[in-house]
């Protein structure tokens, strides 16, 4: 911490008249002294580079690229539960005056995979995929999608259950069911014109790929823009173990255990380095 205003008492010798200090005898430097001279500016170097390469690590792991770990089955058939991300949170960032230009920012799009903060809980992270975008008219028939008047092909998707739930699947013409949030009841009220779902200004309408079994802007409204983190880049890691395990705050012993005993019999080794991809959709 710095001082203002105050002078050792080394400082006040080498501030001496010098007809007094040119008498004084100098004492000897021991060896300690010596070397720890000689060293001052090594040693200073050192750990400035250090303090600085530690600050940009942090720095890109919070800013630039973050670790995901995917816990629940909404989005099986493009990531398991288990898979383990690096997430680009650069790409969907707010672009500054000058780093527009340089940097590869852009919207979001629809088909690209989101993370974001859950708006119903800011403090939990989802993933889902961007279906509607401001401005696009969105409706579900025995679950097909129906965008801007199109219906769409969605590769991606899986359908578990063989039966229909008139909500789920024929989303907004059904009357919502037990369990839609209030934000998603507020949507249906102010957001559907002749049975379609628009998409107001500032929001995104995500579904999970794994459409019968996916809590998503369905039953809780529209993502927020502001609360896109970023996109999925890699799976670096998959490891089968159950949503109980991976929702935990505190790592268990259990599941440490688990990774040790099954480490190379439970990692999915195909999807190791898989990257993550988008889909257009139009």
Same mark, same amino acid.
């Given at each position: 911490?710095?001082?203002?205003?105050?002078?050792?008492?080394?400082?006040?010798?080498?501030?001496?008249?010098?007809?007094?200090?040119?008498? #004084?005898?100098?004492?000897?430097?021991?060896?300690?002294?010596?070397?720890?001279?000689?060293?001052?500016?090594?040693?200073?170097?050192?750990?400035?580079?250090?303090?600085?390469?530690?600050?940009?690590?942090?720095?890109? #792991?919070?800013?630039?690229?973050?670790?995901?770990?995917?816990?629940?089955?909404? *989005?099986?058939?493009?990531?398991?539960?288990?898979?383990?991300?690096?997430?680009?949170?650069?790409?969907?960032?707010?672009?500054?005056?000058?780093?527009?230009?340089?940097?590869?920012?852009?919207?979001?799009?629809?088909?690209?995979?989101?993370?974001?903060?859950?708006?119903?809980?800011?403090?939990?992270?989802?993933?889902?995929?961007?279906?509607?975008?401001?401005?696009?008219?969105?409706? =579900?028939?025995?679950?097909?999608?129906?965008?801007?008047?199109?219906?769409?092909?969605?590769?991606?998707?899986?359908?578990?259950?063989?039966? *229909?739930?008139?909500?789920?699947?024929?989303?907004?013409?059904?009357?919502?069911?037990?369990?839609? *949030?209030?934000?998603?009841?507020?949507?249906?009220?102010?957001?559907?014109?002749?049975?379609?779902?628009?998409?107001?200004? &500032?929001?995104?309408?995500?579904?999970?790929?794994?459409?019968?079994?996916?809590?998503?802007?369905?039953?809780?409204?529209?993502?927020?823009?502001?609360?896109?983190?970023?996109?999925?880049?890699?799976?670096?890691?998959?490891?089968?173990?159950?949503?109980?395990?991976?929702?935990?705050?505190?790592?268990?012993?259990?599941?440490? *255990?688990?990774? =040790?005993?099954?480490?190379?019999?439970?990692?999915?080794?195909?999807?190791?380095?898989? =990257?993550?991809? &988008?889909?257009?959709?139009?």
């Amino acid at each position: 911490m710095a001082t203002v205003g105050i002078k050792t008492k080394s400082e006040t010798t080498e501030k001496a008249d010098p007809a007094v200090t040119a008498n #004084t005898p100098e004492e000897p430097r021991g060896l300690w002294d010596r070397y720890r001279a000689l060293t001052h500016d090594i040693r200073r170097g050192f750990v400035a580079e250090w303090t600085v390469t530690i600050i940009l690590l942090l720095f890109a #792991t919070t800013s630039l690229v973050q670790a995901f770990v995917i816990p629940s089955a909404s *989005m099986e058939g493009s990531l398991l539960i288990g898979d383990h991300v690096l997430v680009d949170k650069l790409t969907f960032a707010p672009p500054g005056a000058i780093s527009k230009h340089v940097l590869p920012y852009r919207n979001v799009r629809r088909g690209d995979i989101i993370v974001f903060r859950y708006p119903m809980d800011i403090k939990e992270d989802y993933v889902k995929r961007a279906i509607g975008i401001p401005g696009d008219h969105i409706r =579900l028939v025995n679950k097909q999608l129906i965008l801007n008047g199109h219906a769409v092909d969605e590769p991606y998707v899986q359908h578990i259950f063989p039966y *229909m739930n008139q909500y789920r699947d024929n989303f907004p013409a059904a009357p919502p069911e037990p369990g839609v *949030m209030e934000p998603a009841v507020a949507m249906l009220t102010d957001n559907v014109v002749n049975g379609e779902l628009v998409v107001p200004p &500032g929001c995104v309408f995500a579904m999970g790929d794994n459409r019968d079994d996916s809590l998503d802007s369905r039953y809780w409204g529209f993502v927020p823009r502001r609360n896109i983190e970023g996109t999925p880049l890699v799976i670096y890691w998959s490891f089968e173990a159950p949503t109980a395990d991976l929702t935990n705050g505190n790592i268990g012993v259990d599941h440490i *255990m688990d990774i =040790l005993t099954h480490f190379f019999t439970k990692t999915r080794w195909s999807r190791t380095l898989k =990257l993550v991809h &988008g889909y257009p959709l139009k």
